[in-house]
């Protein structure tokens, strides 16, 4: 029962440089979820998924873009690195609405030089 | 949502009950307070909710006032394992689909 796993845990980039994150989810959960967590700020929602093929803008989505082409899977892609986008990033899942049922991942530490 | 206020930190012995606030004074009638923990570097881990009534469960105790207007978590044995950030979220179960965000939470420390 592996929940939400994130790939990768840790990676540097260089400013510029474009990359994906994925997040997948075995739980047949509708609704998915990018949060980034900086020090001090707690965790601040990115964009969002109520289903297959949906996406929306969070609190702070610029600067970034999201799929989610398959129900279990839902990408967050950098197209031009910053180091303003240094942060951890944390995925998440539901069934619905209710956020008793979030499910949250481990975390990708990315560090953009 | 409501805006929900928390202390940054606190301590609590271990084996002693630790009781973090959290004051949500202009709650909606239908919106629920959720109580979630981020142990060091995990992601955030759901613990209990409640509308208006107390609730329990194997982890902690809720204490909602009957004004609605703030509530207490309640872990009745904290160990080493309970140091985490705690965040307190005030949100409707209905209406369609409502952004959540995680302010920055209480800072327990379970010392020795």
């Known amino acids: 029962n592996a929940g939400v796993t994130q790939t990768p845990k840790f990676r540097v980039l260089k400013t510029g440089q474009s990359m994906t994150l994925l997040c997948a989810q075995d739980?047949?959960?509708?609704?998915m979820y990018w949060y980034r967590q900086d020090p001090g700020m707690g965790l601040r929602l990115i964009h969002y998924?109520?289903?297959?093929?949906?996406?929306a803008k969070g609190e702070v989505p610029d600067g970034y873009n999201v799929s989610r082409l398959k129900k279990q899977n839902f990408l967050l892609g950098l197209e031009s690195a910053a180091p303003s986008q240094t942060s951890v990033y944390f995925c998440?899942?539901?069934?619905?609405?209710?956020?008793?049922?979030?499910?949250f991942g481990s975390g990708t530490r990315l560090t953009v030089v | 949502d409501a805006k929900t206020t928390q202390p940054p930190s606190m301590d609590c012995a271990e084996g002693r009950a630790a009781n973090l606030p959290c004051n949500h004074s202009?709650?909606?009638?239908?919106?629920?307070v959720y109580w979630y923990r981020q142990i060091h570097s995990q992601g955030p881990q759901y613990i209990i909710h409640g509308l208006k009534n107390n609730e329990t469960n194997e982890m902690a105790s809720l204490i909602i006032t009957e004004d609605r207007k703030s509530s207490t978590l309640i872990l009745p044995h904290a160990t080493l394992r309970d140091t985490a950030v705690y965040y307190c979220?005030?949100?409707?179960?209905?209406?369609?689909?409502?952004?959540?965000?995680f302010g920055t939470g209480t800072k327990l420390q379970v010392i020795p």
């Open positions: 998924s109520v289903g297959e093929g949906t996406t």
């Open positions: 998440a899942s539901s069934y619905g609405q209710a956020i008793y049922g979030y499910t």
């Open positions: 739980m047949n959960h509708e609704y």
């Open positions: 202009t709650i909606s009638g239908n919106e629920y």
């Open positions: 979220i005030v949100r409707a179960n209905s209406g369609g689909y409502q952004k959540v965000t």
